[in-house]
């Protein structure tokens, strides 16, 4: 879906985050120390053949 997604983003660790969506996207969430759990073990090298997407809580919060 080449069409609606952006440009891959770093944040300040150099860290990648894949595209942001040009739609709504129903997501879970936890509290913010679980999800920081998850998401740092999701960069470790065993889990280097997954495709994980992140919504920043800008994202999180858009309604259209």
Same mark, same amino acid.
């Given at each position: 879906? @080449? %069409?609606?997604v952006g440009? !891959?983003? &770093? !944040?300040?660790?150099?860290? /990648?985050?894949?595209?942001?969506?040009?739609?709504?996207?129903?997501?879970? #969430?936890?509290?913010? /120390?679980?999800?920081? @759990?998850?998401?740092?073990?999701? &960069? %470790?090298? %065993?889990? @280097? !053949?997954?495709?994980?997407?992140?919504? @920043?809580?800008?994202?999180?919060?858009? #309604?259209?």
């Open positions: 879906m @080449s %069409e609606v440009a !891959d983003m &770093y !944040d300040k660790t150099g860290n /990648g985050h894949l595209r942001i969506i040009g739609f709504p996207v129903p997501i879970l #969430k936890g509290n913010v /120390g679980v999800i920081k @759990s998850i998401r740092e073990k999701l &960069y %470790e090298p %065993e889990f @280097s !053949d997954l495709t994980v997407v992140d919504f @920043s809580d800008l994202a999180q919060g858009c #309604k259209t």
